[in-house]
C-alpha cells in the first residue's frame, strides 16, 4: 500500500523545528526540487514551509482492522466448533444455538470450553513439546477465552496499532505485532506448563513496547518526551498489575512487552533531526543515524536473537522455568485470601452405572452425580471443571 501527505506530526505529537528561514523554504527552486525527490523516493518525512518543520507522511492504516477482522473470525469459527448444546448441554445464552457459551462456571470470559481452545490450537505445551506441534506457539495468538477477552484486546489493538500503523506502515508495525506474540507464547510455555494459554496480549503488549522504544531512539526528534514516557510507563505498569490476578497469563504480557520493546529499537528508528535539519544544506551532512541509535539499534538486535534462541532451545528440551525461579510464579498471580493461584488442569475420575454419572475431583474432593447416558467426553470435562473450580 502507499502513502499519503499528512499533516500531523509524528506519533507522539509535536516535532523540533530547524532555523531555516521560512520564506527561502518556500521560495527556493531547490527547496521545490528536494520535496520533488522526496515523494519519488517514498521518504518517510517531508519538509514543510511553516517554519522549516519537518513532518512525516501517514500510511493508510488496512492491516491492523485485518487482524481485528481475523481475531473475530477465529472466535466465530471457535464457537462454531465449540457446539455447546450438543457437546456439553449445560450452556449460556442457549438461544444462540449452536453458538451459546459454555456456562459462566466453567468459563465465566463467555466462551468456549477448554477442550475446543485445545482442539483448534491453544498454547499446549506438553503437546508443543512432545508432541512436535510447535505451531501452537503462534496459532494460540489468534484465539480467545470469550467475548470479553476479545473485546479487551481489539479495543486495545485498534487503539494503538492503527495510529502506530499510520506513522510506521503496516510492513514494519506487522512485524512488530506477530514476532511480539510470539515471544509472549515462549515466556508463557517456560512457565506455565499446565494451563491452556490463548489470546492477542502478547502481541497487543508488543506495541506498547515497541512505542515505549521507539521513544528512545529517536530521541531528538519529539519535544513532549518526557510525559509521554511517564504516561506510557503508568499504563504499561496498571495493566501488568491487573496481570497477577488468576486467570491471567502475565507471562505472555510480559514476554510479548519486552521482545516488543527490543524490537522497537530495531524497526521503528528514524533518521535523527541533525540530519533531518541538514538535508537541504549544501555543505557536508552528518550520518543518518547517530552513534546513540546505533548503539541502541545493535544491542537491541543481539538481545533479541539471544532472547528466542535461549527461549526455544529452553522449551524443546523441556525445560520448567519455575525450577529456575522459584518466584517468578508471583509475575503472574499473587494468592490471597480471595482467590487460589493454583493452575493445575482439572482431573476427576468417573464412574457410570447405566445411566448415572459419578464424578470426583482428585484436586479438592468434591463428587458429584447426574443422569446421563453415554455423556461425551466433552460433557464429562465440563462438569469435572465445575466440580474443581
Known amino acids: 500500500m502507499g502513502e499519503k501527505d499528512s499533516e500531523t506530526a509524528p506519533i507522539w505529537g509535536r516535532t523540533r523545528q530547524n532555523n531555516t528561514n521560512p520564506m527561502n523554504v518556500e521560495s527556493t527552486p531547490l527547496s521545490t526540487q528536494h520535496r520533488s525527490q522526496n515523494r519519488s523516493r517514498g521518504s518517510s518525512y517531508e ?11 501517514s500510511w493508510f492504516s488496512w492491516l491492523i482492522p485485518c487482524f481485528v477482522i481475523a481475531n473475530v473470525a477465529v472466535f466465530v469459527i471457535t464457537m462454531y466448533v465449540n457446539n455447546c448444546p450438543k457437546k456439553s448441554g449445560d ?4 438461544f444462540l444455538g449452536r ?4 456456562s459462566t462456571r ?24 512432545k508432541g512436535d506441534e510447535g505451531w501452537r506457539l503462534l496459532s494460540c495468538n489468534w484465539l480467545h477465552g470469550g467475548v470479553v477477552h476479545l473485546l479487551v484486546n481489539m479495543l486495545t489493538l485498534l487503539f494503538i496499532g492503527m495510529r502506530m500503523e499510520r506513522e510506521f506502515g503496516f510492513i514494519r508495525i506487522g512485524l512488530l505485532y506477530l514476532i511480539s506474540g510470539f515471544g509472549g507464547s515462549i515466556l508463557s510455555a517456560l512457565f506455565l506448563r499446565s494451563n491452556i494459554s490463548v489470546g492477542a496480549s502478547g502481541a497487543v503488549f508488543g506495541l506498547l513496547g515497541g512505542m515505549l ?26 495493566n501488568l498489575g491487573l496481570g497477577v490476578l488468576p486467570g491471567v497469563d502475565n507471562f505472555a504480557h510480559i514476554g510479548g512487552f519486552g521482545t516488543g520493546f527490543l524490537l522497537g529499537f530495531v524497526l521503528l528508528i528514524r533518521p535523527h533531526y541533525g540530519w533531518i535539519n541538514q538535508r537541504s544544506a ?3 551532512k552528518p550520518h543518518k543515524y547517530n552513534i546513540c541509535q546505533a548503539i541502541l539499534w545493535t544491542v537491541s ?4 536473537l539471544g532472547w528466542f534462541i535461549t527461549g526455544l532451545v529452553s522449551l524443546f528440551n523441556n525445560v520448567d522455568g519455575n525450577k529456575h525461579c522459584s518466584w517468578c510464579h508471583y509475575l503472574s498471580c499473587v494468592p490471597t485470601s480471595r482467590w487460589s493461584c493454583n493452575r493445575e488442569p ?27 447416558a453415554n455423556p461425551s467426553d466433552s460433557r464429562i470435562n465440563s462438569l469435572c471443571v465445575q466440580l474443581c473450580r
Open 47 to 57: 519538509e514543510r514551509g511553516r517554519g522549516g518543520v519537518k513532518e512525516f507522511r
Open 106 to 129: 466453567e468459563n465465566p470470559l463467555l466462551g468456549p470450553s477448554s477442550l475446543t481452545l485445545r482442539t483448534m490450537g491453544g498454547l499446549d505445551v506438553k503437546k508443543v513439546v
Open 91 to 94: 450452556c449460556f445464552a442457549g
Open 346 to 372: 482439572a482431573s476427576c475420575t468417573t464412574t457410570q452405572l447405566g445411566n448415572q454419572l459419578s464424578i470426583t475431583c482428585l484436586r479438592n474432593g468434591k463428587s458429584g452425580s447426574y443422569i446421563l
Open 99 to 102: 453458538f451459546s457459551f459454555q
Open 282 to 284: 549544501s555543505a557536508a
Open 213 to 238: 522504544s521507539e521513544i528512545f531512539i529517536n530521541w531528538t526528534i519529539y519535544t513532549n518526551k518526557v510525559v509521554t514516557i511517564i504516561t506510557l510507563v503508568l499504563i504499561v505498569a496498571v
Open 301 to 304: 538486535l543481539l538481545l533479541l
